[in-house]
């Protein structure tokens, strides 16, 4: 609805104008320092927007989907939520009520340097490899 944006105290550092979405959010970083909400949790009108301990978050989260089920409501599910998907779980979630993709969000959403160690590593081992080369050539080819 917006709201939030305009009951930031801070301003957004920029908002999308055809769906508008935010961006560049520091959660009230002073705020959360002195053991307040942020301002956009605090001034939401639906309680859409919730802080508050993770493991709580998602508790009333799988709650609200259970009910919207029970109402018949089948597409119902949380995005981001998950401890073990591909990111590890967010710092934040979301309770959509269609695929991700009609969000403008991937179906399944991974962090890309999660495969970091093994690239270092496969690159490391061309690198011996390519130097045990250039060493044979070398030496190998003056017998």
Known sequence: CGYCISACPYGVIDQRKDDGRAWKCTLCYDRLGAGMTPACAQACPTE???YG?????RER???????????????????????HDGVGGDGAFFLLLDEPEVYGLPPDPIVTTRDLPAMWKRAGLAALAMTAATVFAFVGGSS
């Open 48 to 50: 859409s927007i919730q």
């Open 53 to 57: 301990p993770l493991d709580e978050l």
């Open 61 to 83: 989260a799988a709650e609200r989907v259970e009910t919207l089920h029970e109402r018949g409501v089948s597409e119902a599910r949380l995005y981001g939520h998950d401890p």
